[in-house]
């Protein structure tokens, strides 16, 4: 059981905290809730690129990560198409250092074309090496065009286009951090050595006087009901053949995505996994074989991805993966195998909640997600999944006409 207490400041910043007294440390956590679904279609990548700019220096503090290294601090950041997060470990005896560092990058970045410039190179430079350069580095720009036609997942949180970054315009940035990273639309979590009391008064101290901002009301286009299989060939200079499939699962919150997750374990979870060991071991069709999800809040993607052994036919290939998932649909797992699962499910949850900073993050995430007390609760949700369950979702989702295939071939 992970306890933690919650409370609000006037300006609307949502506060959790969670003593664990066992460690000299605290982690100070911050979760935008802001990803790249939430960026205008012409001008993607804005959510990452404000992931660089964040410690390109803020309005009273030019470097962020000097300050908070001398106070014995580390820190890092990530970005997805659904959220933002800061955080950063420090001493709990220093927490202060990270309330300032914080809440002045909260308050205002020091806006700049030189600093815009800077990042943006940074940015650019991690398009190209990463998206463009790289063997299959396109894949997935290409399936989210494949797989979505209406929703914001359909380009990637390094953006659609490279240009759209190029072209960012410190007008649109400034406007883009005014509508996105406030008060309002924040959730702070404080972890480790600290107490609920020092936690408010810290929190009131460098955050209450922060312009709360406007609440961001989402209203994103829906992705309609895929009624055709999609098919797309791609030809480019890659050492080996590919196949990336994927069907739409259901979001977060719904139990499809628990199921999702345990279907993925037994596809795709190791050596031990079916597709593993009937198509990389046994037939030797692949040299890799991946089964996973996104875990997306909303409706997300299911996927199997590998890489073909030479001379293996594409077919050949993605009908073995199609006999596989067709053993899931008219067939019920054995008890032992999703008990396995099930294990593995509670081991690596366990896991997650040793360290601070990972509890920190999820109960970040779970409060974006609605109530950070879920996470107490997310295990049970894992075991009640029955057989019946697999078998019964396995049919729903993996219907030809809810797939996407990306047949890509070394020229």
């Known amino acids: 059981m992970i306890t933690f207490e919650r409370f609000v400041l006037d300006n609307g910043l949502k506060v959790l905290v ?4 066992s460690t000299p440390m605290a982690v100070v956590n911050i979760m ?12 993607t990548g804005f959510a990452h690129l404000f992931e660089h700019l964040m410690f390109g220096g803020s309005i009273h503090i030019p470097d962020y990560d000097e300050p908070l290294q001398r106070a014995g601090g580390e820190n890092n950041a990530y970005t997805t198409n659904d959220l933002t997060n800061y955080y950063c470990q420090i001493p709990a005896e220093n927490i202060e250092t990270a309330f300032w560092l914080e809440s002045d990058r909260m308050l205002s970045l020091a806006f700049s074309k030189k600093s815009l410039e ?6 650019c430079e991690e398009f190209k090496e990463h998206y463009l350069n790289k063997p299959y580095g396109d894949v997935w720009h290409k399936m989210r065009e494949l797989a979505y036609t209406k929703h914001p997942y359909r380009w990637m949180t390094i953006g659609k286009e490279l240009s759209h970054v190029e072209n960012a315009h410190i007008d649109d940035v400034k406007a883009f951090f005014f509508k996105h990273y406030r008060p309002v639309n924040a959730i702070l979590v404080v972890a480790g050595h600290v107490t609920v009391e020092q936690v408010k008064q810290l929190a009131q101290k460098w955050f ?7 609440k961001y009301v989402r209203d994103l286009p829906q992705e309609p009901k895929q009624t055709e299989k999609r098919v797309r060939e791609v030809h480019a200079a890659v050492p080996l053949d590919a196949l990336v499939k994927t069907w739409h699962m259901d979001a977060r919150l719904d139990k499809g995505y628990y ?3 345990m279907i993925t374990e037994i596809l795709g979870g190791g050596g031990s996994s079916r597709l593993y060991q009937k198509l990389v071991k046994e037939k030797q069709y692949f040299s890799n074989l991946d089964c996973y999800h996104f875990g997306s809040v909303d409706a997300g993607l299911l996927t199997v991805e590998g890489k073909l052994v030479k001379g293996v036919k594409m077919e050949d290939a993605a009908s073995a993966i199609d006999e596989e998932i067709e053993k899931l649909k008219t067939s019920f797992i054995e008890e032992p195998e999703l008990q396995k699962i ?9 896991f997650e909640d040793m360290s601070i900073m990972s509890r920190a993050n999820s109960l970040a995430m779970y409060e974006l997600l609605g109530d950070a007390s879920m996470m107490n609760t997310e295990l049970q949700k894992y075991q009640d999944i029955t057989v019946e369950d697999v078998q019964k979702y396995s049919q729903q989702i993996f219907q030809s006409n809810n ?3 990306l047949l890509y071939y070394a020229n």
Do not use: L
């Not at 969670?18 to 007294?21: P, R």
């Not at 935008?32 to 001008?43: I, L, Q, S, T």
């Not at 800077?118 to 940015?123: A, D, F, G, S």
């Open 208 to 214: 209450g006087d922060i312009p709360m901002g406007d």
């Open 342 to 350: 099930k294990n593995k499910t509670e081991s690596v949850i366990a």
């Open 118 to 123: 800077v990042q943006r190179k940074v940015v």
């Open 403 to 405: 797939s996407n295939t």
């Open 32 to 43: 935008y809730d802001v990803g790249a679904r939430d960026e205008n279609p012409d001008k």
């Open 18 to 21: 969670h003593e664990d007294h």
């Open 259 to 261: 199921v999702a997750d």
